[in-house]
């Protein structure tokens, strides 16, 4: 009997330890069959360089960041910048479709209009553009439609207000130079409101058209030619790819700026009065966010600039050798020394 029970034990014990390797065999198997968790991808089609575009990439980064989105960890972003030719964004929106990005986010109306024309259904987020309801873009800002949605960079009376700014600077001021691109909807649109304002104002308007990098000095030297006493630079998809240039050759003449985007009086611009970029951007990770939790860009509003800021260069200033009026200096969100 003694001998019976051993082999019983000894038989108990094999089952059990069979029985275990079964269970922790099936339990590993289940474990690595169940599919892995799908990280976000974000297409971002900038329309100039990795440098001029930073601000706007880390602004957008940390609004992703305090929603939960980290770059390289549980999200990842791929860049695409067309370094000012716009001729490339087409082919740079196919690019990250095949890479089956889940949104495509866009920088100004030639990006926005490439992404829109290429897919109907990967949700399209717009960081900024101008004038989307105008230039075909979306149905409305309240009812956007199809598969984009986003912010616009557009608020009533800017082109006005940036040349009030402009001849309140400099003493005289009646002859204005506007470099656009013809090549940019979003441009022309601007130009055409900045001739209105300036109209308004009682001066006169030069226009100076720059296509690429090679018109930029031609079109300073027409400028300084014609005796035009300030300059305004109109935004176009592809400037901040040869701002620099624009900013040292209009230094060179001491001619005063007034930008459209903050980080060209950064650079050495003279003024800026617009929106708040970097806030813009921000507010596009929410629209991210959104979508990727769910949501379809149709029935997203597309919102418009709620931060606004004038920006001096002072530096600038003094290097042009122009005294910017006390009252002017006054009304600035932040002065550059």
Same mark, same amino acid.
């Given at each position: 009997?003694?001998?019976?029970?051993?082999?019983?034990?000894?038989?108990? @014990?094999?089952?059990?330890?069979?029985?275990?390797?079964?269970?922790?065999?099936?339990?590993?198997?289940?474990?690595?069959?169940?599919?892995?968790?799908?990280?976000?991808?974000?297409?971002?089609?900038?329309?100039?360089?990795?440098?001029?575009?930073?601000?706007?990439?880390?602004?957008?980064?940390?609004?992703?960041?305090?929603?939960?989105?980290?770059?390289?960890?549980?999200?990842?972003?791929?860049?695409?910048?067309?370094?000012?030719?716009?001729?490339?964004?087409?082919?740079?929106?196919?690019?990250?479709?095949?890479?089956?990005?889940?949104?495509?986010?866009?920088?100004?109306?030639?990006?926005?209009?490439?992404?829109?024309?290429?897919?109907?259904?990967?949700?399209?987020?717009?960081?900024?553009?101008?004038?989307?309801?105008?230039?075909?873009?979306?149905?409305?800002l309240a009812r956007p439609g199809g598969n984009i949605t986003g912010l616009t960079s557009a608020s009533p009376d800017l082109s006005g207000k940036r040349l009030e700014l402009l001849k309140e600077t400099v003493p005289g001021l009646s002859r204005v130079g506007v470099l656009w691109n013809p090549a940019s909807?979003?441009?022309?649109?601007?130009? @055409?409101?900045?001739?209105?304002?300036?109209?308004?104002?009682?001066?006169?308007?030069?226009?100076?058209?720059?296509?690429?990098?090679?018109?930029?000095?031609?079109?300073?030297?027409?400028?300084?030619?014609?005796?035009?006493?300030?300059?305004?630079?109109?935004?176009?998809?592809?400037?901040?790819?040869?701002?620099?240039?624009?900013?040292?050759?209009?230094?060179?003449?001491?001619?005063?700026?007034?930008?459209?985007?903050?980080?060209?009086?950064?650079?050495?611009?003279?003024?800026?009065?617009?929106?708040?970029?970097?806030?813009?951007?921000?507010?596009?990770?929410?629209?991210?966010? @959104?979508?990727?939790?769910?949501? @379809?860009?149709?029935?997203?509003?597309?919102?418009?600039?709620?931060?606004?800021?004038?920006?001096?260069?002072?530096?600038?200033?003094?290097q042009i050798g122009l005294t910017i009026p006390p009252n002017v200096l006054a009304r600035a969100d932040k002065v550059i020394r």
């Amino acid at each position: 009997m003694r001998v019976v029970r051993s082999q019983w034990s000894v038989v108990g @014990k094999s089952v059990f330890y069979f029985a275990l390797c079964v269970m922790l065999f099936a339990l590993s198997y289940y474990a690595s069959a169940q599919p892995e968790k799908k990280v976000p991808r974000i297409g971002m089609v900038l329309s100039g360089t990795l440098a001029s575009d930073r601000s706007g990439n880390d602004a957008f980064k940390q609004g992703l960041h305090e929603l939960g989105h980290v770059e390289g960890q549980n999200i990842v972003i791929e860049y695409r910048y067309a370094e000012g030719k716009l001729d490339r964004l087409p082919a740079l929106v196919a690019e990250l479709a095949r890479l089956k990005v889940d949104v495509i986010v866009v920088q100004g109306t030639e990006p926005a209009l490439a992404a829109k024309q290429y897919t109907s259904t990967i949700p399209i987020v717009m960081a900024h553009v101008g004038d989307p309801v105008g230039r075909g873009i979306i149905a409305s800002l309240a009812r956007p439609g199809g598969n984009i949605t986003g912010l616009t960079s557009a608020s009533p009376d800017l082109s006005g207000k940036r040349l009030e700014l402009l001849k309140e600077t400099v003493p005289g001021l009646s002859r204005v130079g506007v470099l656009w691109n013809p090549a940019s909807q979003g441009a022309t649109a601007n130009f @055409k409101e900045t001739e209105a304002s300036a109209r308004t104002l009682g001066m006169n308007v030069q226009s100076l058209e720059v296509r690429s990098s090679n018109d930029v000095e031609s079109a300073l030297k027409a400028a300084t030619g014609k005796r035009a006493h300030g300059l305004i630079v109109v935004e176009f998809a592809g400037l901040s790819a040869y701002s620099r240039r624009i900013v040292e050759l209009a230094t060179k003449s001491r001619l005063p700026t007034m930008f459209a985007q903050g980080a060209h009086v950064e650079s050495g611009g003279l003024m800026y009065y617009g929106p708040n970029f970097p806030d813009l951007y921000r507010r596009a990770a929410t629209y991210v966010d @959104k979508i990727l939790k769910g949501a @379809k860009p149709a029935d997203l509003p597309v919102e418009q600039p709620k931060k606004f800021e004038f920006v001096v260069n002072l530096k600038t200033a003094k290097q042009i050798g122009l005294t910017i009026p006390p009252n002017v200096l006054a009304r600035a969100d932040k002065v550059i020394r």
